[in-house]
Every structure is written in structure tokens, then in C-alpha cells.
């Protein structure tokens, strides 16, 4: 049984295996080009927390000790970061539907390696990160938000499209442990708290003690500080990013062993 | 003419604890309703905390009581918004049309879903004063003061409702209900639920002042923060009575027009 599945895996190449996460991500674009009142929610919610909080907490910068006149600015990374927390989440959510539905059960059956499978899942999910991102750049950019240059949009855009791979490899983590979409708001949740619970709202002087040190410990505090240094000083230091960039490969690392270990359990 | 009464007064009993218990069985309801504003609440008061340093900011104890008000509004508001769904549902699955076809007063099939949705109101009303009291928060006006916020919660619940409601009867659709879900905030952004309106950006500022909902939230506010003056007890109420009255004005409508129509 074991030297018959390695056969198949062997006979699996990397041509098939391009092929199948091809395939997952022109179905993914497929929904989103049939379906697109689905994507509105991804988008709408993180532009209106973006709006809504710079007007309702715009005057924090008056306070000693922020780094910028401009909450907007400020505030801009956090949301792109909660856009591709959105559409990662809902990756998670259109697994469950598929598991609830069947068509997951026939995409196990196929001789498809299971990594593949998930990432084709994960990559679609980091480029649909881009469709809030665009959406919140352009309302940003038209509401004043600092130029980051393009190497801090470049850097924003490459951390927006790893923070959409860690949401979507923990939302699978969830749907392959509880194939069910009420798991959803487990999902949104989790990403809610990696996301917020950070120096999202001020920097972390400014933070409350016992928020400064959940902060100083979620390794997404850095990924949103890499991230912000564009739009706040209008450039990019590389002390400042790589630990961002560390940080999001440790993440991607440590959500990728836990989606790859629900992949192998799964049955079949 | 009592003994009528007696019966739909217990079909409404029966169907809000229906609703009730639908929402603690329903992860996807129960979150928006207890999870997001706690997590959102302790973000807030963690990460704006210092907010009230600001010249301009009201006094009070900490920035954990101002908070309070705007958390059990946020949650009332999703409450509304998850009892209108769970009724699109319910018209969806053809369980409204079961009770339709049932001997009892139409309207309290309704009235059944926001006995519910009150039920909830007044539940996140206690949840925060609990979380708030734990976490260092005092209610200046004491146990007056937290029996009076509950009763604006619960009311806002009903009022709030209401529009969730109406909105389910006359689309007959969970998604149209759901879609209704980001408005939530915009409202809430657009009030003095998370900051003083004095101190929030224009024209933000200027449509705060304009808002109901500002009203609703000053009302529970005040008796954490400092003693409830009668002015604002009556900006509250009369919010409340306007908002209550236009949604169930616009369920009555809505729930006609699904009869006449059936659909």
C-alpha cells in the first residue's frame, strides 16, 4: 500500500504538481471573478476600520512620544495586515465549505501530494490579499497617507502577501481539525488578536504596560513596524525590516507545520 | 381576550428562547455578540489608554470606563444584526412560514425574535459591567447606575432589533441581513462610542454630534463616569423611543407586505 502511493507521489512530478497549484489558484480567481459581491466584506470591513479609526483616534498623535502627525499613516500597515487576515480567514472558511461539500474528500483521492494541495491554497490566498490592499492604499493615498517610496510599498506588499499566507494556512489548520465552517469566527478571531494585539493603535511606549508586553512577544508587531517605517519616514532602513521579515517566515514556518500535519491526517 | 393574550405572551416566551438558545448553540452567532467586542475592548482601552491624557478628554477613572458604554452598544447592535439573520434564516428554511400557518398573532413572531434579541442585549449588558468591574472599572452611580444601563441595553436591543428584523422580513435573505454587518461600524465609528466627540476628526465630530446612537451611548455612559443628569436621561430615552418606534414601524410594514405578497 505504502510503495503504491510512493509510486503515485514519484509519478507526481513538479510539472503536475505546477499544474495542480495552477489549477487552485484559477479556481480561486474563478470565484472571485463569478462571485465578487463574496470579496466585497474582505474589503469593505478593513477600509471602514480604517476610516472609521482614523477619525475616531486621529487626535492620539497629539500625545508626547508619536512618531508621526498623521494617524493615518500610522494606521495604514495595520490595515492592510487586517485585509489579508480577512481574505486568509475566509480561505479557511471556503476549505470547510469544500470539506462540508465533498469536493475536498475528491481532491485528497487524487494522487495530488498533500503539500501541493495546501499550496495551492495559500498562494491564492496571498494574492487575494491584494485586492483589499489596493483598495485601502487608494483610499489612503486619497485620505493623505505618507508615500512610502516604492521600496516601503514593495516591502508592505511582500508583508501583506505573507501575513494572507499565515491567515490562510491557520484557517486551514482549522477547517482540516473541525471541517466545519462554524469554525469561521475561531478563524477571524485568530487573526484578529495576532493582527490588533500589536503596537497597532500607538507605538508601544504608549501602549498600556500589560498590552506593551503581549506586544513585545507577537512576532507580528514587527511585521506591522517593518511594514509602517515606509509610510511614517517616507523610507526603508534594512535594520528595520528584516526582523519583520523573520518574523513572517517564522510564523509561515511554524502555521505551515500545523496545516501540513492536518493535511496528513486528514483521511484517504 | 386574556386568555389570547396569555397565549401569544407564551409563544412570544417560547420563540425568544428559541433565539436565545440558537445563539449560544451557533458559534457564527455568538462570536460577533461576545468575542469581537471583548477582543475589540481590550484592544481599545490596551492601545488608546493614554488617550486620556489628552487636553479635552473627560474625567474619569480610566480609560476602561469610558469603554464600557461603547463596547455593550457594539455588542447590542451585532445582536441585532445576528437576530435578523437567524430569522432570514428561519424564513429561508420555511420555519416562519410554518408559524404563519399556525393559529397565533403574526406580530409575535416578530415580538418572539426580539424578546430574544433583548434577552442578548441585557445579557452583554451584565458580560461588560462583570469584565469591567474585574478589570478596575468603577460605576460612579453604583448598583442605580448598573440596573440603569442595563435597562438601556436591553431596550437598545429591542430598538435595534427592530431594523434587523425588518430588514430580514422584507428580503427574506440571511446574506442581504449579513451585508447589513460593516454599517454596524460605520454607525459606531460615526458616535461617541469610542472617544469624546470633542476630541474625534471632522466631519466625523460633526456627524457624532447628529447621532442617535450617541445619544444611547452617553446615556449608559454617564452613570459610569460621573451622576446621570436628567438632560441626558431624556436624550437616551428619546433615542431609544425613535429608533424603537421607526424599526417597528418598518417590521410592521415589512411583515404586511411578506403576507400580502408571500415572499
Same mark, same amino acid.
Request: proline share 5%; net charge positive.
Given at each position: 500500500?505504502? +510503495? ?50 482614523? +477619525? ?211 483521511? /484517504? | ?191 461617541? +462610542? ?10 466625523? +465630530?460633526?456627524?457624532?454630534? /447628529? ?53
Amino acid at each position: 500500500m505504502e +510503495a503504491a502511493g510512493a509510486t503515485t507521489t514519484a509519478a507526481f512530478g513538479p510539472a503536475a504538481n505546477l499544474a495542480t497549484v495552477r489549477a487552485l489558484v484559477q479556481r480561486s480567481r474563478n470565484e472571485l471573478l463569478r462571485v465578487p459581491g463574496a470579496a466585497i466584506p474582505g474589503v469593505l470591513a478593513p477600509t471602514i476600520f480604517f476610516l472609521g479609526l482614523t +477619525a475616531v483616534f486621529g487626535s492620539l498623535t497629539l500625545l508626547p512620544g508619536f512618531d508621526t502627525d498623521r494617524y493615518q499613516s500610522f494606521l495604514i500597515p495595520v490595515s492592510l495586515m487586517q485585509g489579508a487576515g480577512f481574505t486568509g480567514a475566509a480561505t479557511g472558511v471556503n476549505l470547510a465549505r469544500d470539506i462540508e461539500q465533498g469536493w475536498f474528500d475528491r481532491l485528497l483521492a487524487s494522487p495530488a501530494p498533500r503539500p501541493v494541495l495546501l499550496a495551492g491554497l495559500v498562494i491564492s490566498a496571498s494574492l487575494r490579499a491584494l485586492v483589499p490592499a489596493t483598495a485601502l492604499l487608494i483610499v489612503g493615498f486619497s485620505l493623505g497617507v505618507g508615500w512610502p517610496g516604492l521600496a516601503g510599498l514593495a516591502l508592505a506588499v511582500v508583508l501583506t502577501m505573507g501575513t494572507g499566507i499565515v491567515a490562510a494556512l491557520w484557517g486551514c489548520t482549522l477547517a482540516l481539525r473541525f471541517k466545519s465552517q462554524s469554525a469561521a469566527p475561531l478563524m477571524q478571531a485568530g487573526m484578529f488578536i495576532l493582527v490588533l494585539f500589536t503596537t497597532a493603535y500607538a507605538p508601544i511606549e504608549l501602549l498600556q504596560p500589560w498590552l506593551a508586553d503581549v506586544a513585545s512577544i507577537n512576532p507580528m508587531t514587527e511585521v506591522i513596524d517593518a511594514a509602517r517605517q515606509g509610510f511614517v519616514t517616507g523610507g526603508v532602513t534594512w535594520g528595520e525590516t528584516w526582523p519583520g521579515l523573520v518574523a513572517l517566515a517564522s510564523l509561515i514556518a511554524l502555521m505551515g507545520f500545523f496545516a501540513l500535519r492536518g493535511m496528513a491526517r486528514s483521511n /484517504y | 381576550m386574556i386568555q389570547r393574550l396569555v397565549a401569544n405572551l407564551r409563544v412570544i416566551a417560547a420563540l425568544g428562547r428559541r433565539a436565545v438558545r440558537q445563539t449560544f448553540r451557533r458559534p457564527q452567532l455568538l462570536a460577533p455578540i461576545v468575542i469581537f467586542p471583548t477582543l475589540l475592548l481590550a484592544i481599545q482601552t490596551g492601545g488608546a489608554g493614554r488617550a486620556v491624557d489628552l487636553p479635552g478628554f473627560p474625567q474619569v477613572n480610566g480609560f476602561l470606563d469610558f469603554m464600557l458604554a461603547g463596547a455593550m452598544i457594539q455588542s447590542t447592535l451585532l445582536a441585532a444584526n445576528s437576530g435578523g439573520i437567524a430569522l432570514a434564516v428561519d424564513i429561508e428554511m420555511g420555519f416562519t412560514d410554518r408559524l404563519l400557518a399556525a393559529p397565533i398573532s403574526r406580530f409575535s413572531i416578530v415580538l418572539g425574535r426580539l424578546v430574544g434579541t433583548a434577552a442578548l442585549g441585557a445579557f452583554s449588558a451584565v458580560w461588560f459591567i462583570a469584565l469591567g468591574l474585574i478589570f478596575g472599572a468603577q460605576i460612579e452611580e453604583g448598583v442605580a447606575g448598573v440596573a440603569l444601563m442595563i435597562g438601556f441595553v436591553t431596550l437598545s436591543a429591542i430598538a435595534f432589533g427592530g431594523l434587523g428584523a425588518a430588514i430580514a422580513l422584507r428580503s427574506g435573505s440571511a446574506s442581504v441581513v449579513q451585508g447589513m454587518f460593516p454599517l454596524v461600524f460605520v454607525v459606531l465609528f460615526l458616535s461617541s +462610542a469610542f472617544f469624546p466627540t470633542a476630541l474625534m476628526l471632522e466631519p466625523a +465630530a460633526s456627524v457624532a454630534d /447628529y447621532n442617535p446612537l450617541s445619544f444611547i451611548v452617553e446615556g449608559i455612559r454617564e452613570p459610569v463616569i460621573s451622576s446621570l443628569s436628567g438632560e441626558v436621561f431624556l436624550e437616551a430615552f428619546g433615542a431609544i423611543a425613535l429608533i424603537a418606534a421607526l424599526s417597528l414601524g418598518l417590521s410592521a410594514l415589512a411583515l404586511r407586505r411578506r403576507l400580502r405578497t408571500g415572499g
